[in-house]
């Protein structure tokens, strides 16, 4: 289960994060809508613990421990999962390589045995199958020359393989095409479990006609300042972000 | 009023003309290798030790780095140099045939390799061996002070001359260093490579840390053409060692070279490489990777001379320096006023892994000819911060983030490197280098 309560970001002495507070119990999946700018990727961010933010003031729980202080490598092991709205390529870096790498830190992190090699292979075949990823991509440099589809469908890969606690998708429907979008989105509900919880991350409401999300959370001026079922989510979709910009100015 | 005009010398130079009128009479050779030496030494003696006011030597000042010149490395007898071989761990399991030179004197060699005739150089320049008159031929080294300093006092090493029947032939230069007092050697290697023959040559060099001693030593290779050379060189001298090295190069029409070099040892290093084509349609591959940390100082220097046309060249080297360390590379092509169609690409990229670290880039294209395609690049940078969170986000810890960016950045050049088994050594060494940071 994620807590977050009255949680403060600054920037560069900006604030981005002004007192926000969302609770996700395990199995959820909650999806987070607001306009640009409202704090969705900061707080994307800040979950999974990138340095470039200074936390003022609140408090980030997972299963009742708090984060705050743990290193991103601390929090993956822990079973938090961002997914990139833009993947990062890195050259020279093989996927294969990449992914084991990953994977053997986590398991040697929470004290379980490394992966062999031919099980990784199984593995990631099994997954790259199921997310329609070419083969041949697994031989290439991580997001190396890859599509924005491909790069989408190569995070739910290692999400799919790191079996996270938590995962966050970080607008990932933003560049996919319909079809690469019904991929991603059967990736991700093939992930639903009764021991994961899932922060869907999101502009529009399409998204949502194919991960149906349990909760939607409104996100304006740095907090969450509307909470609902699904059917928020279609609401916002015929009215807009309008009502919210005003009410939290 | 006349004023004298006297040359002052440091304690080293001093030391090593000293040093030269003592050993000269009895260095190997005769009146051609001789007079050889006495022009070489008489190119030190005008200009002394190069400092950092000759645009050559700007970013290492040999004259500041070099305090003293110690004694002249004797040759290690047997015991004594199968222990001191013993000491350095081979580079892999190549199963290569071996040259082996303790504190640059030839030791062992093997002699029974067809189509390959190896001769010790101090035999080769005392019988007046027809391939020494042939030796220090690449104009464009010529001025070069270390080069002439080693042409001057070379007293051992080898000649080695492959002919095409040697098919594809593979050799390993093994030098290992080690005494208990401070030394200078000066091996040369002059290697010729036959019409359409070929040659896989690797060389490393080895040496205890701690022991302050100096080596400045030379390879110099003669292709003929469409010959086909690749040339791995590794430095993983001790820490203390002050290790100057020249590679020349001469290539003939058509010919295939290669040459990467892997420097992560010596607390002063500085590899150059002067490389001529004199026949059309060469291609050229020069790649290196350098590893610094501590108060290291590594240089590499690079004079391609596309000299005729239609020749191709691609350089690729990759520093990463840690702490204090220093790297430089320079790297020069010169596209002469015939030499249409050359095609020249230097790129030399560094990576600062501490706040004190320095990395000197200077890429230089002096272009004398008009349809021509040359291209040079120089970055410096420190490892990216989003790619850094992004694999920490995927449960890499720090320091195995930082090192799968550095094998990643110093993986491109380690393509120059032809055979698997190499590669994968040099890789290992990179691995192992990388592991020592944490």
Redesign the interface.
């Given at each position: 289960m994620l807590e977050i309560r009255n949680l403060v970001v600054d920037i560069e002495d900006k604030r981005i994060l002004n007192g926000l507070d969302l609770t996700v119990n395990t199995g959820e999946v909650a999806a987070i809508m607001g306009p640009n700018g409202s704090g969705k990727s900061t707080l994307s961010y800040v979950i999974a613990g990138k340095e470039d933010y200074t936390v003022v003031d609140g408090e980030i729980l997972l299963d009742g421990e708090s984060i705050l202080e743990l290193e991103p490598f601390e929090r993956a092991a822990k079973g938090v999962f961002l997914a990139f709205q833009y993947p990062l390529e890195i050259p020279g870096v093989g996927t294969m390589t990449f992914l084991k790498a990953a994977l053997n830190a986590q398991r040697k992190a929470r004290g379980e045995a490394e992966l062999t090699t031919p099980d990784l292979m199984r593995r990631v075949k099994a997954a790259a199958t199921k997310l329609a990823i070419d083969p041949e991509m697994l031989k290439r440099p991580l997001n190396v020359g890859f599509s924005g589809g491909e790069k989408k469908r190569m995070e739910i890969l290692q999400m799919a393989l790191l079996e996270p606690s938590l995962c966050i998708l970080d607008e990932t429907d933003s560049g996919l095409d319909i079809d690469a979008l019904k991929i991603v989105a059967d990736g991700v509900n093939a992930l639903r479990a009764p021991d994961r919880s899932s922060l869907v991350i999101t502009h529009y409401q399409r998204l949502l006609d194919y991960i149906v999300p349990d909760t939607v959370h409104v996100m304006a001026n740095g907090r969450v300042v509307r909470s609902g079922g699904k059917e928020l989510a279609i609401e916002l979709e015929a009215n807009g972000y309008a009502d919210y910009r005003q009410q939290a100015a | 009023m006349t004023a004298e005009l006297s040359i002052i010398r440091t304690a080293a130079e001093t030391e090593l003309i000293e040093r030269f009128s003592h050993v000269r009479p009895v260095l190997p050779g005769d009146g051609v290798v001789k007079r050889l030496r006495d022009e070489a030494f008489a190119l030190f003696t005008a200009s002394g030790l190069p400092h950092r006011r000759i645009e050559e030597w700007k970013y290492t000042d040999l004259r500041a780095f070099m305090r003293d010149a110690p004694p002249l490395a004797l040759k290690p007898e047997g015991e004594a140099a199968a222990r001191l071989l013993g000491q350095a761990p081979p580079l892999g399991d190549l199963a290569t045939p071996q040259l082996t030179f303790a504190n640059g004197h030839l030791v062992a060699a093997p002699s029974d390799l067809a189509g390959i005739e190896i001769v010790p150089l101090a035999d080769a320049l005392a019988s007046g061996h027809p391939l020494t008159a042939r030796m220090a031929g690449l104009e464009i080294a010529r001025g070069n002070t270390a080069l002439a300093l080693n042409t001057a006092f070379m007293a051992d090493g080898a000649i080695v001359h492959v002919r095409r029947e040697a098919g594809a032939a593979r050799l390993e230069l093994r030098f290992v260093n080690g005494a208990a007092q401070s030394f200078a050697t000066s091996p040369r290697l002059f290697i010729v490579v036959d019409d359409g023959a070929e040659l896989d040559l690797v060389e490393t060099h080895q040496g205890p840390d701690g022991l302050a001693y100096q080596v400045n030593s030379a390879v110099e290779i003669v292709a003929g053409a469409a010959a086909r050379v690749s040339h791995v060189r590794v430095n993983d001298e001790g820490l203390g060692a002050l290790a100057v090295s020249t590679l020349t190069v001469a290539l003939g029409a058509g010919t295939d070279f290669k040459s990467f070099a892997l420097t992560k040892g010596a607390s002063v290093a500085r590899h150059q490489i002067f490389l001529g084509c004199a026949g059309e349609n060469a291609t050229i591959a020069l790649g290196g990777a350098t590893m610094l940390r501590g108060r290291q100082h590594a240089d590499t220097t690079l004079l391609l001379d596309h000299a005729v046309p239609h020749c191709t060249s691609r350089e690729l080297f990759k520093t990463v320096v840690d702490d204090e360390a220093v790297g430089v590379f320079q790297g020069k092509i010169i596209v002469r006023p015939h030499a249409q169609k050359s095609d020249g690409r230097m790129m030399s990229a560094a990576l600062l892994l501490s706040e004190g670290g320095t990395m000197n880039n200077k890429p230089e294209l002096e272009i004398f000819a008009d349809d021509v395609q040359c291209a040079h690049g120089a970055t410096c940078g420190a490892l990216d911060?989003?790619?850094l969170?992004?694999?920490?986000?995927?449960?890499?810890?720090?320091p195995?983030?930082e090192a799968?960016?550095v094998?990643?950045?110093l993986?491109?050049p380690l393509e120059f490197v032809v055979r698997d088994d190499v590669r994968d050594a040099l890789a290992g060494l990179a691995a192992t280098w990388l592991s020592e940071r944490r």
């Open positions: - | 911060d989003d790619l969170f992004y694999l920490m986000a995927r449960g890499l810890p720090r195995e983030a799968l960016m094998e990643a950045f993986g491109e």
